[in-house]
C-alpha cells in the first residue's frame, strides 16, 4: 500500500488537506481491476496472490462436509441441526470458490466481496447448530439440573449470535459504502465488525461457560447414584461421548476462529495480519473446515438419537403428545367419579404408591417439551 509520505506533492491538487488526501488514493485504487505498475498487488487488501492449490482443498474439503450433512439430515429427519450445519457449509464453500479467481487477480472486487461475505456468516450458521445440542442434551440427562429451562437454550443463544452477526453486517455495509470516497467511514465500519465479532466470543464463552457447568453438575448427580439406569447408560454411552467431542472440538475451533479474527481486523483493512496468508488459512479456513467435518461426519442421527427422535417428531408430535396425555388424564378423573367406591379404593396406599402416578406425569411433561 502507498504511503502518503511516499507521494510528490506536485503530482497531487493544491491544498489538500490529510482527509482528503487519504480519500483520493482510496478512490484511486477502488478504480483498480487488475494488477499493474500503477495497481501493485501490495495495494490490494490481501496483499498477496492466494495460494490456488489451499483453496481448492477448502473448497473440496467444504463442498464434502456438505454433501455428508445433507445425506445424514434426509436421513434421520434432523432438518433443524443438519439444515444449518448445511447452510454453514455451503457459504464457506462458495466463500473458497471464490477466493480461487483472486489468485490469478487480487482486484477481483466481486469475487473478493462475495468471499468476505460468505466466510464471515458461515461460522454464525454453525454456531446455531451447536447451540441447539445443549438443549436436547439437557432433555436426555436431567432437566432439572439446568439453570435454564433447556427448551430456553436456543431462544437465548440464537437471536444474541444473530445480532453480533446484524453489527458486523453494519459494519461491512458502512465499510463498502465509504471504501470509493471516505477513508473515515471505512474506519468507522471497521470498528464496528471488530465490536461485532468481540460480541460474538463473549456470546460463545456464556454458552461454553453455561453448558459446561451444567456438565460438571451433572457428574456430580451421577455419582450420587440416584440416577436412573437409562440416564447412566447415556452418558456412558460411547456414541453419545463421540458426539459430545465432536460437537465440543466443532465449539472450541469456531471459538479460536473468531479470537483471530478480532486480531485480523484490530489492525484494519491490509493490515500486517490481514496480508499473512498462513495465519488466515489455518486460523481461519482450517478451524472452521475442522468444525464442519466434525459436525458432519459425527451427526445426532447416529450418535445422539434422543436428539434425533425430538428433531424428527417435530412440534406437531409434541403437541399431539400433550393433547393426548391431557385426554387421559381427563379420562382417567372421570372414570374416578364414576367409580365411586373403586376409587377410594385406589386410592388408598403408601404414600410412594400415590406420588409414583405423579411422577410419571411430570416425567411425561418433561419429554415432550
Known amino acids: 500500500m502507498v504511503k502518503l509520505e511516499d507521494i510528490d506533492p506536485s503530482l497531487l491538487p493544491p491544498n489538500l488537506t490529510p482527509a482528503e488526501l487519504e480519500n483520493l488514493i482510496a478512490a484511486y485504487y477502488y478504480s483498480c481491476d487488475y494488477v499493474s505498475l500503477t495497481c ?12 490456488r492449490g489451499i483453496n481448492i482443498f477448502l473448497s473440496i474439503g467444504f463442498g464434502v462436509a456438505l454433501l455428508a450433512t445433507v445425506y445424514h439430515g434426509i436421513r434421520t429427519k434432523t432438518w433443524t441441526y443438519s439444515g444449518f450445519v448445511a447452510a454453514g457449509c455451503a457459504l ?30 458461515a461460522p454464525t450458521l454453525l454456531c446455531i447448530s451447536i447451540y441447539l445440542t445443549l438443549k436436547h442434551v439437557c432433555l436426555s440427562l436431567n432437566p432439572d439440573l439446568s439453570r435454564i429451562r433447556p427448551r430456553l437454550y436456543p431462544f437465548i443463544f440464537v437471536p444474541l449470535d ?31 465488525i471488530i465490536a461485532g465479532i468481540v ?6 464463552g456464556g454458552f461454553g461457560g453455561v453448558g459446561g457447568e451444567y456438565l460438571w453438575r451433572v457428574k456430580k448427580w451421577l455419582r450420587t447414584g440416584e440416577a436412573g439406569s437409562e440416564m447412566v447408560g447415556l452418558w456412558n454411552d460411547k456414541k453419545f461421548r463421540r458426539f459430545g467431542y465432536a460437537v ?14 478480532i486480531a485480523e481486523m484490530a489492525g484494519g483493512w ?18 472452521v473446515l475442522f468444525a464442519c467435518l466434525l459436525l458432519a461426519f459425527f451427526p445426532p442421527g447416529i450418535l445422539f438419537p434422543q436428539m434425533a427422535a425430538r428433531m424428527a417428531a417435530g412440534k406437531r408430535s409434541d403437541k399431539g403428545d400433550v393433547e393426548r396425555q391431557t385426554k387421559t388424564e381427563t379420562s382417567t378423573g372421570e372414570q374416578a367419579v364414576v367409580g365411586g367406591g373403586n376409587t377410594l379404593e385406589q386410592s388408598t396406599g403408601t404414600d410412594s404408591e400415590k406420588k409414583t402416578p405423579v411422577s410419571l406425569s411430570v416425567a411425561k411433561k418433561v419429554e415432550v417439551i
Not at 43 to 48: K, M, S, V
Not at 165 to 179: M, P
Open 270 to 287: 491490509g493490515n500486517h495480519i490481514m496480508q499473512d496468508e498462513w495465519s488466515f488459512v489455518v486460523l481461519e479456513g482450517i478451524m
Open 40 to 51: 501493485p498487488v501490495t495495494a490490494t487488501t490481501l496483499g498477496y496472490y492466494p495460494n
Open 92 to 121: 464457506e464453500l462458495a466463500g473458497y470458490i471464490s477466493r480461487i479467481p483472486l489468485t490469478d487477480n487480487p482486484w477481483n472486487k466481486k469475487a473478493f466481496e462475495t468471499q468476505i461475505v460468505a466466510i464471515i456468516l
Open 248 to 261: 465440543s472440538g466443532a465449539y472450541v475451533a469456531i471459538l479460536l476462529r473468531c479470537i483471530y479474527r
Open 162 to 192: 444473530i445480532s453480533c452477526l446484524t453489527v458486523q453486517a453494519i459494519g461491512g455495509a458502512l465499510a463498502a459504502g465509504g471504501a470509493v470516497s471516505n477513508i473515515r467511514l471505512v474506519e468507522h465500519g471497521n470498528r464496528a
Open 199 to 204: 460480541l460474538q466470543v463473549v456470546v460463545l
